[in-house]
């Protein structure tokens, strides 16, 4: 086991712990609470109430006695008298050594600044021993190290909330699990994200209900059915709520409901990278254009063929042979499968050619072997997550990070105001009906390690999807 994981398991079992004293704490409260409201409504209760009213006329009457001997006390006099000629004549010995605090003592307004500056130090001292706002938590799947579906745990960590004015505290329902998120847990992305030895959230996309929401979001409010999703490198939202930018969230359309919705948002996100920003296609407006879509059943792909179709392209679709039905159903005008060799996949591919565009979504073919399918002036383009090459950076370029993100933007990433164009675009397309999520199988939070080994074997059709009511 590496030091990291140790550490990252030990700090779980610290967090159980810390559970479990808080519960007893909880219960002995409870207990103490009832025990003196017994007291407090029987006769012992009565007497106490009665002692304690003659303790407190005792006490006050011996205040005054001492108030009125000690104005009578001629002793009592004369100190003061020595006191005040004492402090006279420190504070003329202080004027002689030093002209300035004379002229301080005689500045109001510095006086006015020391007793500012008196009462601001011993108001912060004496609220230090105030009970503090103690923070809540929530439960979430963490990638503890980066040695693969095995470093991952459900974990209890801090709940977020929302700081800034454009932030949207949600409470998740239901999220996906991506191709990224197999890759982030075995290190792809950890430099920009930030975290080189672990320890963060995985989860790209969410739907759930709205439960706070900043002044600076105006068309999202409490209780809004919502989905959204998140660039590769900002934290995960496989927890039970989150926070994220207003204009990364969108209401989700009325006829899906949390396990179907929440195949679309990040997946539609690549898509449309893959298709508009980087394909140079339109919607609505791609007419006669050929396009083929490798591994067209994935979570991606099957995206990718639905928009490719309605937009008005001829598609074209390899897939396994046992999925050929739900490419079809997909509405792929010629749908062709894969075979073993990679020669045979493209010969077949050939009669259909050459593709305006071709879109990688899976690993049935390598990029090298699909050069001779284009037309001329194609693109290739994919919905995969591609390598980066801050992940080999060595410890003394990580310091400078931060400076290199400051000048040059973080790589395969959209700007956060572009996040919300793709996810308006298909809200409007599943509620009217053209657009249908696949879904492959729904897991609970405590699955999601065995999910993501499943994800790696590529036997998977559709997305799959988390549920955090099954906690």
């Not at 503090?132 to 190290?145: D, I």
């Not at 140079?280 to 791609?286: C, R, S, T, V, Y």
């Not at 077949?348 to 050069?371: C, M, N, T």
């Given at each position: 086991?590496?030091?990291?994981?140790?550490?990252?398991?030990?700090?779980?079992?610290?967090?159980?712990?810390?559970?479990?004293?808080?519960?007893?704490?909880?219960?002995?409260?409870?207990?103490?609470?009832?025990?003196?409201?017994?007291?407090?409504?029987?006769?012992?209760?009565?007497?106490?109430?009665?002692?304690?009213?003659?303790?407190?006329?005792?006490?006050?009457?011996?205040?005054?006695?001492?108030?009125?001997?000690?104005?009578?006390?001629?002793?009592?006099?004369?100190?003061?008298?020595?006191?005040?000629?004492?402090?006279?004549?420190?504070?003329?010995?202080?004027?002689?050594?030093?002209?300035?605090?004379?002229?301080?003592?005689?500045?109001?307004?510095?006086?006015?600044?020391?007793?500012?500056?008196?009462?601001?130090?011993?108001?912060?001292?004496?609220?230090?021993?105030?009970?503090?706002?103690?923070?809540?938590?929530?439960?979430?799947?963490?990638?503890?190290?980066?040695?693969?579906?095995?470093?991952?745990?459900?974990?209890?960590?801090?709940?977020?909330?929302?700081?800034?004015?454009?932030?949207?505290?949600?409470?998740?329902?239901?999220?996906?699990?991506?191709?990224?998120?197999?890759?982030?847990?075995?290190?792809?992305?950890?430099?920009?994200?930030?975290?080189?030895?672990?320890?963060?959230?995985?989860?790209?996309?969410?739907?759930?209900?709205?439960?706070?929401?900043?002044?600076?979001?105006?068309?999202?409010?409490?209780?809004?059915?919502?989905?959204?999703?998140?660039?590769?490198?900002?934290?995960?939202?496989?927890?039970?709520?989150?926070?994220?930018?207003?204009?990364?969230?969108?209401?989700?359309?009325?006829?899906?409901?949390?396990?179907?919705?929440?195949?679309?948002?990040?997946?539609?996100?690549?898509?449309?990278?893959?298709?508009?920003?980087?394909?140079?296609?339109?919607?609505?407006?791609?007419?006669?254009?050929?396009?083929?879509?490798?591994?067209?059943?994935?979570?991606?792909?099957?995206?990718?063929?639905?928009?490719?179709?309605?937009?008005?392209?001829?598609?074209?679709?390899?897939?396994?042979?046992?999925?050929?039905?739900?490419?079809?159903?997909?509405?792929?005008?010629?749908?062709?499968?894969?075979?073993?060799?990679?020669?045979?996949?493209?010969?077949?591919?050939?009669?259909?050619?050459?593709?305006?565009?071709?879109?990688?979504?899976?690993?049935?073919?390598?990029?090298?072997?699909?050069?001779?399918?284009?037309?001329?002036?194609?693109?290739?383009?994919?919905?995969?997550?591609?390598?980066?090459?801050?992940?080999?950076?060595?410890?003394?370029?990580?310091?400078?990070?931060?400076?290199?993100?400051?000048?040059?933007?973080?790589?395969?990433?959209?700007?956060?105001n572009k996040v919300c164009e793709p996810l308006i675009y298909v809200t409007s397309a599943v509620q009217s009906g053209k657009l249908q999520p696949v879904l492959d199988t729904v897991l609970s939070p405590q699955e999601v390690g065995a999910a993501l080994a499943r994800l790696a074997t590529q036997d998977i059709v559709g997305k799959s999807v988390v549920l955090f009511d099954r906690i």
């Amino acid at each position: 086991m590496k030091p990291e994981e140790l550490l990252f398991r030990l700090e779980q079992a610290s967090n159980n712990l810390m559970l479990r004293m808080e519960w007893q704490t909880i219960a002995f409260n409870e207990r103490l609470v009832g025990l003196l409201e017994r007291i407090s409504h029987s006769t012992a209760g009565d007497r106490y109430r009665e002692v304690a009213a003659v303790m407190k006329e005792i006490l006050i009457r011996i205040v005054h006695a001492v108030k009125e001997r000690a104005a009578q006390s001629e002793h009592i006099s004369i100190l003061k008298e020595i006191a005040k000629t004492h402090l006279k004549l420190l504070a003329r010995r202080l004027s002689v050594m030093s002209p300035y605090v004379h002229k301080v003592i005689e500045n109001r307004l510095a006086i006015a600044y020391v007793s500012l500056l008196i009462g601001f130090l011993g108001g912060k001292y004496w609220i230090s021993g105030y009970p503090q706002l103690q923070p809540l938590h929530m439960m979430s799947v963490v990638c503890g190290s980066y040695s693969g579906p095995d470093g991952l745990a459900l974990c209890r960590i801090e709940m977020p909330r929302v700081q800034c004015n454009d932030e949207v505290l949600i409470k998740v329902m239901s999220a996906g699990l991506d191709r990224s998120d197999l890759l982030a847990v075995s290190g792809w992305g950890k430099v920009e994200r930030g975290k080189v030895y672990g320890g963060f959230s995985i989860g790209r996309d969410f739907c759930g209900v709205v439960v706070e929401a900043g002044i600076g979001v105006a068309h999202l409010h409490p209780g809004d059915r919502v989905w959204g999703a998140v660039p590769y490198n900002m934290a995960g939202t496989l927890s039970e709520q989150v926070v994220v930018k207003g204009q990364m969230v969108q209401r989700m359309p009325t006829n899906l409901n949390w396990e179907g919705a929440a195949t679309v948002p990040y997946s539609a996100l690549q898509v449309w990278g893959a298709l508009v920003w980087r394909g140079g296609l339109k919607p609505d407006q791609a007419a006669g254009v050929s396009v083929l879509v490798v591994d067209g059943v994935t979570d991606t792909g099957c995206l990718a063929v639905q928009l490719a179709c309605m937009w008005g392209a001829n598609v074209t679709v390899l897939c396994p042979a046992r999925t050929v039905p739900l490419a079809h159903a997909l509405g792929a005008h010629i749908v062709v499968a894969a075979r073993d060799e990679i020669a045979e996949c493209i010969q077949d591919l050939q009669e259909s050619g050459p593709f305006d565009l071709i879109v990688h979504s899976g690993d049935l073919l390598p990029k090298s072997s699909i050069a001779s399918l284009l037309a001329l002036n194609g693109k290739c383009t994919t919905t995969l997550p591609s390598s980066l090459s801050s992940d080999g950076w060595g410890r003394l370029r990580r310091m400078f990070h931060p400076l290199w993100r400051s000048l040059f933007s973080t790589p395969n990433t959209p700007r956060p105001n572009k996040v919300c164009e793709p996810l308006i675009y298909v809200t409007s397309a599943v509620q009217s009906g053209k657009l249908q999520p696949v879904l492959d199988t729904v897991l609970s939070p405590q699955e999601v390690g065995a999910a993501l080994a499943r994800l790696a074997t590529q036997d998977i059709v559709g997305k799959s999807v988390v549920l955090f009511d099954r906690i």
